[in-house]
Nanobody, 125 residues
């Protein structure tokens, strides 16, 4: 059974940094692409970053140059390093498996995508 568990969320000031972690269990991470999504209150869920099994990465335009996705297959972990955080980054962040890292974040998820429970990130002074 594919399971994902996010951690690392919390409160951070604008301009600050935070690293989110996604722990994968029940499957061999090496063979899968993983994506990070977020959903702010009153908004649709949106793709943030995606990394395929070759460690090729894609990013939403809104986070390019500020966020970095990485993976450690040996530890079964995927990370999202977030720098220069803005109030607009406030959202619940989810990692997901059974995704395809196409150029458009709108195309990453499908009905076969499995989601973690999410971790909340609040950017505020």
């Amino acid at each position: 059974q594919l399971q994902l568990a996010e951690s690392g969320g919390g409160l951070v000031q604008p301009g600050g940094s935070m690293r989110l972690s996604c722990a994968a269990t029940g499957f061999t991470l090496d063979y899968y692409s993983i994506a990070w999504f977020r959903q702010a209150p009153g908004k649709e869920r949106e793709g943030v970053s995606c990394i395929n099994k070759f460690a090729t990465t894609n990013y939403a335009d809104s986070v390019k140059g500020r966020f970095t996705i990485s993976r450690d297959n040996a530890k079964r972990m995927v990370y999202l390093q977030m720098n220069s955080l803005k109030a607009d980054d406030t959202a619940a962040y989810y990692c997901a498996v059974n995704v395809e890292c196409y150029d458009s974040p709108d195309a990453w998820a499908s009905r076969d995508t499995s989601w973690g429970q999410g971790t909340w990130v609040t950017v505020s002074s």
